[in-house]
Each structure stands twice: as C-alpha cells, then as structure tokens.
C-alpha cells in the first residue's frame, strides 16, 4: 500500500480529469466533482430504503469509483465494457495505491447501487447540457433516462421522477433515433 499522502496527491489529479471530454460542453465537470454527486445520490438511495447503515459505506466506495481514472482520464464507456479495460483499471488502481486493491466495499450489491447513481449523476449533467442549449447532450439524456428507468428500482423511479424526469421522454426519444 502506497502511503496516505501519495494516493492523496495522486487522487487530486481527479478534480482536473475532465468527464465527458468526447463531447462538446458548455461547462465542464471534473471526475472529482462527479464523484461527490455519486456519493450524494447513493447516500439518499440508500437512505430512502432505510438502509442507513449502509449508507456511508456506499458513499465512500461512490468516492473511489472512478479512482482509476487519475491515471488513465476519462474514458467512453464503450471503452470500459471491455475486458482489456479491466485489466488496465487494476494497472492504474495499482499505481495509485501500490496493491491494487483499495480497502472499499466493492460488492455486487454496492456496485448496483454506485451504478445507479452514476446514471442519475450523468443524466443530471445531460440535462443541464440540454437546458443551456448543448443539443449535442439531447441523444445522452434520452439514453440516460432510459437506462436509469431501467434498473426497475422503486426509490431510484421515485427520485428521477421528482427530479421532473419521465421515462416516456427516454422511450420516446429512442423511438426517434433511427440508429438505435
């Protein structure tokens, strides 16, 4: 294990890794800030099913999420679906904390969670994209708020849809696309 302060300095690189850096932005997010939003949303998902105890694990492992990305920056996810990925995720988690492995709950269960509250992180950016005129985030947040519809999640469904998202607006739009 690397010391503290070194997986620190290295984890800082964070806040100047840009997210979404394949696409046009109006303003720009770093993995950091996204990170903190992660955490934020996993933290009242989990709250909402009363899971309280779980809650703070969840947070911290929404911090360390995208740690790998430090070192290799922001990726598409096409990118990181592949099993060549994976390999260099544990090459850059290893660089950052010397083992590979960080001491963080890492379950299936926490990763779902993680995984949902990135799609809501993601499609809040979309939207916000879209808001400021960025049609360019229009097929992001389309896709997002179907992909987030569809973790079939009652306190997920309940928060995108006081969020003033609909999942009609997700399959109406993926109607429209003809590439899909």
Known sequence: MRPVGQQIRKLRGLS???????????????????????????????????????????????????????????????????????????????????????????????????????????LLVADEEVKMGNTMFAQIRGELIKVAYGYMDMELSQMLDEMGFHIEEGREFIKEMSHL
């Open 16 to 122: 100047h890794t840009w997210r979404f850096n394949y696409h046009p932005r109006i303003r720009q997010e770093s993995v950091a800030e996204h990170s903190y939003w992660v955490a934020l949303i996993v933290s009242y998902l989990m709250i909402s099913k009363g899971k309280l105890g779980e809650a703070a694990a969840y947070a911290a492992a929404a911090l360390f999420h995208d740690a790998e990305e430090a070192v290799t920056g922001d990726l598409p996810s096409p990118v990181k679906r592949g099993r060549a990925w994976k390999d260099v995720e544990e090459a850059a988690l290893d660089e950052i904390v010397g083992d590979g492995a960080m001491v963080i709950n890492r379950s299936a269960e926490s990763h779902k969670f993680i995984k949902m509250a990135d799609t809501v992180s993601a």
